[in-house]
């Protein structure tokens, strides 16, 4: 396992709605990057967060927001939640800029959001 | 052009098959390549990291051809748990991975 935790698992929201997803980096990582998988498509880059500052942007709008906590935890917020929304949110934590070496990024298990 | 393309397969293979994945990536300042496993409806898992020309561990072998902006993933003596899909990830710095769509591999008895 990764160490990369993500809450809740599943969500069911209607259209217009608000959702608040949450993720607990791996021991030692202090950058989270979110992203979203549509059915039948890769992971596509919402957003990056190093050092509780916004790192880097997907071409995703406004109404998708994030933050970063001292303890390298995230949330990622959704704001007038429309059809297309519907998807698995992944999280990855990595060791980030300056940390020398790799940076490999590892995924918690994703939060199943549905919007009906 | 998408930057990373990927045939989608599926490929059917049976068990002890050797089988061979291609991905291929546009942006030229990608430094880094991941080949990620997902299995139906769970997270992408990090499978092999590519830096330099590939990486090889234990039946899985990445090549790195930078010159034709192409990642490769060789599996051999294929096995029935090796059935998921694959998915190609390039990197420029430290920032966002841009991920093909992924390769379905279906492995028969």
């Known amino acids: 396992e990764t160490g990369v935790t993500q809450s809740p698992t599943h969500l069911i929201k209607t259209r217009g709605q608000q959702v608040t997803l949450r993720c607990s980096s791996q021991?030692?990582?202090?950058?989270v990057s979110w992203y979203q998988q549509a059915l039948g498509q890769g992971p596509q880059f919402i957003f990056q967060y190093y050092r509780e500052e916004e790192n880097g942007r997907g071409n995703f709008p406004p109404r998708f927001s994030g933050l970063q906590f001292p303890n390298y935890s995230s949330e990622l917020n959704v704001n007038a939640l429309e059809l297309d929304d519907s998807a698995l949110y992944l999280c990855?934590?990595?060791?980030?800029?300056?940390?020398?070496?790799?940076?490999?990024?590892?995924f918690g298990p994703g939060t199943r959001l549905t919007v009906l | 052009r998408k930057e990373v393309e990927q045939d989608p397969g599926p490929f059917n293979v049976p068990e002890g098959a050797t089988v061979a994945f291609n991905c291929t990536y546009s942006n030229s300042a990608s430094q880094s390549f991941f080949w990620y496993r997902q299995d139906c409806r769970k997270e992408p898992k990090l499978l092999m990291s590519?830096?330099?020309s590939g990486n090889e561990d234990g039946r899985f072998t990445a090549q790195l051809n930078r010159a034709s902006q192409y990642i490769s993933l060789l599996i051999r003596d294929s096995k029935l748990s090796d059935s998921a899909t694959y998915l190609c990830a390039a990197q420029a710095g430290y920032s966002t991975l841009t991920f093909g769509k992924g390769t379905m591999l279906l492995v028969s008895p």
């Open positions: 590519v830096y330099s």
């Open positions: 021991s030692g990582h202090n950058t």
């Open positions: 990855a934590s990595s060791r980030g800029e300056g940390s020398g070496g790799y940076n490999e990024q590892f």
